[in-house]
């Protein structure tokens, strides 16, 4: 068995890796915004790395989405900036219910533009009182006329206020579906966020009396669970390849400090103590490396068969940054505590990753019940 990645998976990772060159100067800037950074959304489109997002039929680069390409671009992203990973991302996340389940017009009117990334989208499924348990949302569409009225409020809704569209996750008769509602509709408005640890482009979307016709429903009627975890198959293991990539900038940044901070007369690195942490961090860093790329290819074979794939490497690779992470501020000492240094910053943004896409006590229960399923 191969565990290289062939040409096409370097050309992409090369790709990746010259975007983050272009915008390492915006980084720090970009990365303590609660908005889009202009620049760095200008990068985005110069790179093309949104077609990755996309079929080739509406300007995409190849006939399916390739989950591990995507893990890939996230792991060198996120070593730059977490708002330049965010804003990709969301590029999927985003548009991948319009992929699978969107209308010919649906697909023609938004696809080519996501993959130019001359529009931003936002998957409206988080609620204030409902987070992991989707079927306590109260956000409802009605049927009134020729077309269908939706109420509710959606929290914590990445790229909110910045993005073209939502992708909103409704209650719709006995079930649940998913609607395509233009931002710009009477009745949407958006409050940001309050500050969280990792600035991110975040608000709360108010759905008030917005009236979209019958074609605005993605799918049939009582999809939208389906949707979701379809999307989760693919994106959710995009988790694990973004932490991957935190965890080794901050492995980085540890190397460097300690090959030259000399203690008791000799590098911290010839410490056994600092030794044994270094050790620990690559050896964690490559099996999360593994499992994900595993896992994300295959999402790519059939994202919802091995969705349970998807959510031990975001498990795994999630909680493995924290503590990477951790220890790497540990090695640093007092110089890893400097408010706005490279590490600092990681430290703040690997926390959010044990959370979003699923938090880790929900994806240990769903692992679980597969496992009883396999084997009982």
């Given at each position: 068995?191969?565990?290289?990645?062939?040409?096409?998976?370097?050309?992409?990772?090369?790709?990746?890796?010259?975007?983050?060159?272009?915008?390492?100067?915006l980084a720090v800037a970009a990365d303590d915004m609660s908005e889009v950074h202009p620049g760095l959304l200008e990068a985005l489109r110069e790179s093309e790395l949104s077609r990755l997002?996309?079929?080739?039929?509406?300007?995409?680069?190849?006939?399916?989405?390739?989950?591990?390409?995507?893990?890939?671009?996230?792991?060198?992203?996120?070593?730059?900036?977490?708002?330049?990973?965010?804003l990709f991302a969301m590029q999927g996340i985003g548009s991948f219910a319009i992929t699978v389940s969107g209308s010919d017009k649906q697909c023609k009117q938004w696809l080519p533009r996501i993959a130019s990334a001359e529009c931003l989208p936002a998957f409206a499924l988080t609620e204030p009182g409902s987070g992991s348990d989707l079927k306590s949302i109260k956000a409802e569409v009605v049927s009134e006329g020729?077309?269908?009225?939706?109420?509710?409020?959606?929290?914590?809704?990445?790229?909110?206020?910045?993005a073209a569209y939502y992708i909103a996750f409704a209650r719709d008769g006995g079930g649940f579906s998913m609607f395509l509602v233009p931002a710009?509709?009477?009745?949407?408005?958006?409050?940001?966020?309050?500050?969280?640890?990792?600035?991110?482009?975040?608000?709360?979307?108010?759905?008030?009396?917005?009236?979209?016709?019958?074609?605005a429903r993605l799918g049939e009627g009582g999809d939208g669970l389906d949707l979701v975890l379809a999307t989760l198959g693919v994106f959710r293991v995009s988790v694990a390849g973004a932490a991957v990539g935190l965890a080794q900038a901050a492995l980085e940044e540890a190397v460097r400090h300690t090959s030259t901070r000399i203690q008791f007369g000799r590098p911290l690195?010839?410490?056994?103590?600092?030794?044994?942490?270094?050790?620990?961090?690559?050896?964690?860093?490559?099996?999360?490396?593994?499992?994900?790329?595993?896992a994300a290819y295959l999402a790519g074979t059939d994202s919802l068969a091995n969705v349970h794939y998807s959510s031990?490497?975001?498990?795994?690779?999630?909680?493995?940054?924290?503590r990477v992470v951790d220890r790497c501020v540990q090695m640093m000492g007092r110089f890893g505590l400097i408010?706005?240094?490279?590490?600092?910053?990681?430290?703040?943004?690997?926390?959010?990753?044990?959370?979003?896409?699923g938090a880790s006590e929900v994806l240990r229960q769903s692992i679980a019940k597969k496992l009883s399923e396999e084997f009982l």
């Open positions: 068995m191969n565990f290289e990645l062939d040409a096409k998976y370097l050309d992409v990772q090369e790709q990746a890796r010259g975007f983050a060159r272009s915008i390492e100067h997002m996309v079929p080739s039929e509406y300007g995409g680069v190849s006939t399916s989405l390739d989950p591990l390409a995507i893990c890939l671009v996230r792991e060198v992203l996120m070593a730059t900036s977490c708002q330049a990973d965010s020729d077309g269908l009225r939706l109420n509710g409020k959606k929290s914590f809704i990445s790229n909110a206020g910045a710009d509709s009477n009745g949407v408005s958006v409050e940001p966020t309050p500050d969280v640890i990792a600035p991110h482009v975040m608000g709360e979307v108010t759905f008030d009396n917005v009236r979209v016709p019958n074609d690195n010839r410490l056994g103590p600092v030794a044994q942490m270094l050790a620990d961090c690559w050896t964690e860093i490559e099996m999360a490396r593994l499992i994900t790329y595993r031990m490497a975001k498990l795994g690779a999630s909680e493995m940054a924290s408010r706005n240094s490279k590490m600092e910053r990681l430290y703040r943004q690997a926390r959010p990753m044990r959370i979003y896409e």
